[in-house]
T-cell receptor, first 113, second 113 residues
Framework: TQLLEQSPQFLSIQEGENLTVYCNSS?????LQWYRQEPGEGPVLLVT?????EVKKLKRLTFQFGDARKDSSLHITAAQPGDTGLYLC?????????????FGKGTLLTVNP | DSGVTQTPKHLITATGQRVTLRCSPR?????VYWYQQSLDQGLQFLIQ???????AKGNILERFSAQQFPDLHSELNLSSLELGDSALYFC????????????FGPGTRLTVL
């Protein structure tokens, strides 16, 4: 069974601060996706990283996939209240010919004005 | 708005009952995925259908079943409900059978009393 551990579980910061959240596994994934989920809504895909060592930037968000494709990090620069939400990482694995996304439990981020 | 619709938005029922959750995928998407989200377990993959056929199975209980109809909408049937089945149930859709971006619906919140 492939498991993804996310840390920290909860994070509360002030507007303007920087932060990093982590997604770790003992398994290798074909790719890793990051989602943000706001209360009462479904997760929304932010980015997919595929290659070991890959770095992708989305405005103030920087995503990195570990060299061994077992872990990933999300760094937010100058956080804003609009960044508040549950950040989920999901690893793509394959069981035979089947495709499956395994989600971590998420990091609940609160950015206070 | 992801383009995925789910009904109902809220459902309150009693233990032992049976309910049906409905999902309409985005136009053109052939795959439908069902997930269960609870505070302690996070987002758990239940089952995937691709163009009417079951493609992958996750942590779906035997009391639960799903199907995808010719018009590609899907239904998740939950029977002999228990208190522990209370959760958010999300449907997601994607164009292909795997390895492509999943778009999540707004979810159905099920409360079993």
């Amino acid at each position: 069974t492939q498991l993804l551990e996310q840390s920290p579980q909860f994070l509360s910061i002030q507007e303007g601060e920087n932060l990093t959240v982590y997604c770790n596994s003992s398994s290798v994934f074909s790719s890793l996706q990051w989602y943000r989920q706001e209360p009462g809504e479904g997760p929304v895909l932010l980015v997919t990283v595929v290659t070991g060592g890959e770095v992708k930037k989305l405005k103030r968000l920087t995503f990195q996939f570990g060299d061994a494709r077992k872990d990933s990090s999300l760094h937010i620069t100058a956080a804003q209240p609009g960044d508040t939400g549950l950040y989920l990482c999901a690893g793509e694995g394959r069981g035979g010919s089947n495709y499956k996304l395994t989600f971590g439990k998420g990091t609940l981020l609160t950015v206070n004005p | 708005d992801s383009g995925v619709t789910q009904t109902p938005k809220h459902l309150i029922t009693a233990t032992g009952q049976r309910v049906t959750l409905r999902c309409s995928p985005r136009s053109g998407d052939l795959s439908v995925y069902w997930y269960q989200q609870s505070l302690d377990q996070g987002l758990q993959f239940l089952i995937q259908y691709y163009n009417g056929e079951e493609r992958a199975k996750g942590n779906i209980l035997e009391r639960f079943s799903a199907q995808q109809f010719p018009d590609l909408h899907s239904e998740l049937n939950l029977s002999s409900l228990e208190l522990g089945d209370s959760a958010l149930y999300f449907c997601a859709s994607s164009v292909g059978g795997g390895g492509t971006e999943q778009f999540f619906g707004p979810g159905t919140r099920l409360t079993v009393l």
